[in-house]
């Protein structure tokens, strides 16, 4: 990724700052990290096995509100047997420990963000041992969230444009973070996290440039869609389910995200769970959002101790 100038600082868990804010990142310094610990290597474990994520994956997918979608428990067990098969990093794994631990939402956010887009996988990309390898960059795709402050992630009133800048970070912090765990830049979970919040009509960050990879894609919309239907601390509540695939749907129509995903989205919210190719996505808006919602809102900037960009 030539030629982004970092606004923040990204660093390790355990706070080894890998690039300093105003570092530009290019294919020689990324390089120069990477190569720097290349002699270097870590424990893996499956993400299954590590610490208490079985269990709480279960416990996320067999509660409202994924109780439609992950009706069948085969298809749990399906979904988490791939993950026995899929060995991560221990300090990517420790992420999840901090997420837990400080942002609880982020937790449970990235695990269900894997479930979901593994089932979307399963639809929509047509190679099994491809979909295995793709789906293991959904627990990882917010890793960069360490880099955030905490009373940015869990602000409950509108982010001032500072926090913002500090939020949309995450994205090139992971791609780092990620890359240098994985000690390859090129590594599909580094181009998941970088490319996250981007889409088809170029309106998303960090570079505004087209969302053309199908697995990206995928977690783009089931991220945003998880997003709805969870509570959120800058919200009143959650999304009821219907009016979060209406909101979803608007994002088809606005050409951010495409429709196979929306169909593979809202097949699987049907108790028959038909193919997503004979879905036919309904225009008609009912639903009503929660009362108090400042996602996207920006506050004025009131404290200079605030400015961090
Ligand atoms: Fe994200
Ligand atoms: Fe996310």
Not at 119 to 124: N, V
Request: net charge negative; glycine share 6%.
């Amino acid at each position: 990724m030539p030629g982004l100038t970092l606004l923040h600082p990204i660093h390790t868990l355990d706070k080894q700052l890998l690039f300093p804010p105003g570092a530009l990142l290019t294919k020689e310094t990324l390089d120069a990290i990477i190569d720097s610990h290349r002699t270097r290597s870590y424990q893996t474990s499956p993400l299954l096995s590590y610490g208490s994520v079985k269990q709480d994956c279960l416990n996320f997918l067999t509660t409202p509100p994924f109780l439609t979608i992950f009706l069948d428990r085969k298809q749990i067990d399906d979904l988490l047997n791939l993950l026995e098969t899929i060995h991560f990093p221990i300090p990517i794994l420790q992420s999840l420990d901090y997420f837990k631990e400080y942002d609880y939402y982020t937790y449970t956010h990235v695990l269900t963000v894997f479930a979901l887009s593994t089932l979307l996988a399963m639809d929509l990309l047509p190679d099994y041992g491809e979909r295995i390898r793709l789906s293991a960059t959904g627990p990882t795709h917010d890793a960069g969230k360490v880099c955030v402050p905490l009373h940015i992630l869990k602000k409950t009133t509108p982010l001032t444009q500072a926090e913002r800048s500090f939020l949309e970070h995450h994205t090139a912090a992971g791609y780092v973070m990620l890359g240098f765990y994985y000690k390859d830049i090129q590594h599909l979970a580094c181009r998941v996290g970088l490319n996250h919040h981007e889409r088809r009509d170029r309106s998303g960050y960090p570079r505004g440039i087209l969302l053309e990879d199908p697995m990206v894609e995928i977690i783009a919309a089931c991220d945003v869609y998880d997003a709805l239907i969870m509570p959120r601390p800058y919200r009143s509540g959650a999304y009821d389910n219907r009016t979060a695939l209406e909101e979803i749907t608007e994002m088809a129509k606005q050409n951010k995200i495409g429709w196979n995903v929306v169909k593979a989205l809202v097949a699987h919210n049907r108790k028959s769970n038909p193919p997503y190719t004979e879905i036919t996505v309904s225009a008609e808006k009912r639903g009503t959002a929660p009362s108090y919602n400042v996602y996207g809102m920006i506050a004025e900037e009131t404290d200079p101790k605030d400015r961090t960009g």
